[in-house]
T-cell receptor
Framework: AQSVTQPDIHITVSEGASLELRCNYS??????LFWYVQSPGQGLQLLLK??????LVQGIKGFEAEFKRSQSSFNLRKPSVHWSDAAEYFCAVGSSGNTGKLIFGQGTTLQVKP | DGGITQSPKYLFRKEGQNVTLSCEQNLNHDAMYWYRQDPGQGLRLIYY???????QKGDIAEGYSVSREKKESFPLTVTSAQKNPTAFYLC?????????????FGSGTRLTVV
């Protein structure tokens, strides 16, 4: 069955430090992969997506992610975290078949220390 | 600007009462989705619709109902049969075709049982 795992429920980093959020997926074919960010009480905003081609994907707000097929991973990175990056982050995979649904990981809450 | 509007932002339900959450989009998207979000569980699919007058159950449809009488609207009713309805509900829509055409999320409705 298709699934997405975000191993880290909660991460705390200092402002200005680098960030890496982990995402592992289980999927039979080439996956469609997404990272979303959610501020408290808000909807989801798309940070970046991967469908094919270059395995290093650039997104908004200075985020990037690297698709590694051999490791079934799609980790999100940012070189220098800002206090405004504090939020919850979701990794998702587009499911096979014709539902068009997204399968989400459990989410990682990012806290930024001043 | 095009987007998805969910209303109300906060909703309170008494035991045994049905309530309806509104979702309207002006993106001319064919597909619409309802997700439920609980802390630590990511988002789970309740119902989806790919075309007017047709909809399908998702992974956790019990205790919910939907309708799709217009392309722009996909209301969700939380019935009294839903035993644990307190959650954050997100509506999403997607253009025709594969996932790369992109999903748009509303800002959510927080439902609380009182």
């Amino acid at each position: 069955a298709q699934s997405v795992t975000q191993p880290d429920i909660h991460i705390t980093v200092s402002e200005g430090a680098s960030l890496e959020l982990r995402c592992n997926y289980s999927y039979g074919a080439t996956p469609y992969l997404f990272w979303y960010v959610q501020s408290p009480g808000q909807g989801l905003q798309l940070l970046l997506k991967y469908f094919s081609g270059d395995t290093l994907v650039q997104g908004i707000k200075g985020f990037e992610a690297e698709f590694k097929r051999s490791q079934s991973s799609f980790n999100l990175r940012k070189p220098s975290v800002h206090w405004s990056d504090a939020a919850e982050y979701f990794c998702a995979v587009g499911s096979s078949g014709n539902t068009g649904k997204l399968i989400f990981g459990q989410g990682t809450t990012l806290q930024v220390k001043p | 600007d095009g987007g998805i509007t969910q209303s109300p932002k906060y909703l309170f339900r008494k035991e045994g009462q049905n309530v309806t959450l509104s979702c309207e989009q002006n993106l001319n998207h064919d597909a619409m989705y309802w997700y439920r979000q609980d802390p630590g569980q990511g988002l789970r699919l309740i119902y989806y619709s790919h075309i007017v007058n047709d909809f399908q159950k998702g992974d956790i449809a019990e205790g919910y109902s939907v309708s799709r009488e217009k392309k722009e609207s996909f209301p969700l009713t939380v019935t009294s049969a839903q035993k644990n309805p307190t959650a954050f509900y997100l509506c999403a829509s997607k253009g025709q075709g594969a996932p790369e055409y992109g999903y748009t999320f509303g800002s959510g409705t927080r439902l609380t049982v009182v």
